[in-house]
T-cell receptor, first 112, second 113 residues
Framework: KQEVTQIPAALSVPEGENLVLNCSFT??????LQWFRQDPGKGLTSLLL?????REQTSGRLNASLDKSSGRSTLYIAASQPGDSATYLC???????????FGKGTSLLVTP | DARVTQTPRHKVTEMGQEVTMRCQPI?????VFWYRQTMMQGLELLAY????????DSGMPKDRFSAEMPDATLATLKIQPSEPRDSAVYFC???????????FGQGTRLTVV
């Protein structure tokens, strides 16, 4: 069964800092990996989708990388802002399961 | 603006009552998922449909939970009878196909007292 781990569980940074969120998974046979953002009491918003054949995807200040062989993905947030405060979730779509397996998330707080 | 729509957004019910949650996937999406989110367990897959056929419901307590897709525009998740341990946020998500981006609804927050 695919296991997805996110480190750190919580992170607090001052505004303007660049930061990296980490995601690791145990089974490298994946279709894709997706990063989501969740605000308190809200649903999940898709941020980036990386197919298994890709190495990275970028959207604005966000950059996600994928190293399938080592079972790792990182989400890089440049020039963080207080509005980036949320929980960030990593989810892996495995060849065997066809549904997303989620990590527990990283709770990010960006202070003014 | 295409989005996954879930109703109701909030539900408070007494133990033993039947609960029905509804989801309207994005038009044209052929995969639908039901997830449950709790503080302790995070997001857990309950059921997965492709072209309205259930492919995986191994995460669902079979004795009390049931999931169906009566048609391509409606997915339902029923709990009967409900128990306090079912209190959680239930999310529906849809995607174009198995390996495409998944889009989530706003969730149904269920409280069973």
């Amino acid at each position: 069964k695919q296991e997805v781990t996110q480190i750190p569980a919580a992170l607090s940074v001052p505004e303007g800092e660049n930061l990296v969120l980490n995601c690791s998974f145990t089974d490298s046979a994946i279709y894709n990996l997706q990063w989501f953002r969740q605000d308190p009491g809200k649903g999940l918003t898709s941020l980036l989708l990386i197919q298994s054949s890709q190495r990275e995807q970028t959207s604005g200040r966000l950059n996600a990388s994928l190293d399938k062989s080592s079972g790792r993905s990182t989400l890089y947030i440049a020039a963080s802002q207080p509005g980036d405060s949320a929980t960030y979730l990593c989810a892996v779509n495995s060849n065997s399961g066809y549904a997303l397996n989620f990590g527990k998330g990283t709770s990010l707080l960006v202070t003014p | 603006d295409a989005r996954v729509t879930q109703t109701p957004r909030h539900k408070v019910t007494e133990m033993g009552q039947e609960v029905t949650m509804r989801c309207q996937p994005i038009l044209g999406h052929n995969t639908v998922f039901w997830y449950r989110q709790t503080m302790m367990q995070g997001l857990e897959l309950l059921a997965y449909f492709r072209n309205r056929a259930p492919l995986d419901d191994s995460g669902m307590p079979k004795d009390r939970f049931s999931a169906e897709m009566p048609d391509a525009t409606l997915a339902t998740l029923k709990i009967q009878p409900s128990e306090p341990r079912d209190s959680a946020v239930y999310f529906c998500a849809s995607g174009l196909n198995t390996a495409s981006e998944a889009f989530f609804g706003q969730g149904t927050r269920l409280t069973v007292v």
